[in-house]
């Protein structure tokens, strides 16, 4: 959450908003707060730091894919871990897991479609 709060802020700078949404839970998650998000916005990045293959990210892409179609103005993205066991050092955290930059060059690139 901290990490997509820094790129939303450099992202500011620019003239670029963002909505940044923390499902504070999975079971059951907040559907009306993320559709709210979609019609107000037109675009969503998921973020989490699960795979993103069969991840709970892609539940809520799907999710959003067949529900909020018609409110989508980009397809939905998705922004997770890369496809391998997450080390327990913290250099190997920040290799596997989503970092700024890699957070706002998602977020720039949605902006912009």
Not at 42 to 54: N, P, R, S
Request: net charge negative.
């Amino acid at each position: 959450m901290l990490k997509a709060n820094t790129a939303a802020a450099k992202m500011a700078n620019d003239g670029i908003s963002a909505e940044i949404i923390d499902l504070r839970t999975i079971v059951p998650w907040d559907k009306e707060i993320v559709a709210a998000s979609v019609r107000k916005t037109g675009k969503v990045l998921v973020l989490h730091e699960d795979v993103q293959f069969a991840g709970f990210g892609a539940e809520i892409a799907a999710w959003i894919a067949e529900e909020m179609f018609d409110d989508l103005d980009a397809p939905v993205r998705r922004l997770g871990a890369l496809p391998c066991p997450v080390g327990y050092g913290p250099e190997l955290e920040e290799a596997i897991l989503p970092q700024d930059a890699g957070i706002e060059k998602a977020m720039r690139e949605l902006a912009a479609y």
